[in-house]
């Protein structure tokens, strides 16, 4: 089955503890991408990789970073998370084609929560 | 500065009852306009992509149209299992591959 998967789907952690949400993809996908979905302020994009070594910020990349070592995955590290990153994160893939990125195909989901 | 804003923010509906959700933008250059549907608690599905203005899809119930400024998602007679936040994304020329997602029309349908 087609798919993205996402781990952990829930983690509650504390200030400044060191994290890894991995991400992956089995549809050979040259781009993937993380988001972040609050409310009121709709998902907002993290980071994207075109392809493998390849790594671009979004528009909310601070306190984030991420590394795209493989083609199928692409984990999310925050290094010293802190409470405003309390949030519902997805990962997405998608192929790539003449108009540039196709549709997306995202993971469940996982719900940070940062003390 | 490119924008996406959805239009209403929130939509309530009697089943059956034809609407539109509107999706304006403003990019430099459009390469792709995408729709998704996204349940609650759960990540969002594609709908539909749309390239250019005059552009139209359609699945099932669901329509979607393009022009040069913004697309509309017409539901006809609507169930309530189409209740569902609706998001529009836009992929533009200037932004090398980032995407910018609207904040999404919640949809309900009242049986």
């Known amino acids: 089955e087609a798919q993205v998967t996402q781990n952990p789907r829930y983690l509650i952690t504390v200030t400044g503890k060191k994290l890894t949400v991995t991400c992956s993809q089995n549809m050979n996908h040259e781009y993937m991408s993380w988001y972040r979905q609050d409310p009121g302020l709709g998902l907002r994009q993290i980071y994207y990789?075109?392809?493998?070594?390849?790594?671009d910020k979004g528009d909310v990349p601070e306190g984030y970073k991420v590394s795209r070592k493989e083609k199928r995955n692409f984990p999310l590290i925050l290094e010293s998370p802190s409470p405003n990153q309390t949030s519902l994160y997805f990962c997405?893939?998608?192929?790539?084609?003449?108009?540039?990125?196709?549709?997306?195909?995202f993971g469940p989901g996982t719900r940070l929560t940062v003390l | 500065e490119d924008q996406v804003t959805q239009s209403p923010e929130a939509l309530r509906l009697q089943e059956g009852e034809s609407s539109s959700l509107n999706c304006s933008y403003t990019?430099?250059?459009?390469?792709?306009l995408f729709w998704y549907r996204q349940d609650p608690g759960k990540g969002p599905e594609f709908l539909f992509t749309?390239?250019?203005a005059g552009e139209e899809k359609e699945k099932e119930r669901l329509k979607a149209t393009l022009t040069k400024k913004e697309s509309f998602l017409h539901i006809t007679a609507p169930k309530p299992e189409d209740s569902a936040t609706y998001l529009c994304?836009?992929?533009?020329?200037?932004?090398?591959?980032?995407?910018?997602f609207g904040k999404g029309t919640r949809l309900h349908i009242l049986p």
């Open positions: 749309l390239y250019s």
């Open positions: 990019v430099s250059g459009l390469r792709g």
């Open positions: 990789s075109m392809n493998v070594e390849v790594t």
């Open positions: 994304a836009v992929h533009s020329l200037n932004r090398d591959d980032k995407i910018i």
């Open positions: 997405a893939s998608s192929s790539t084609g003449l108009a540039g990125v196709n549709e997306q195909f």
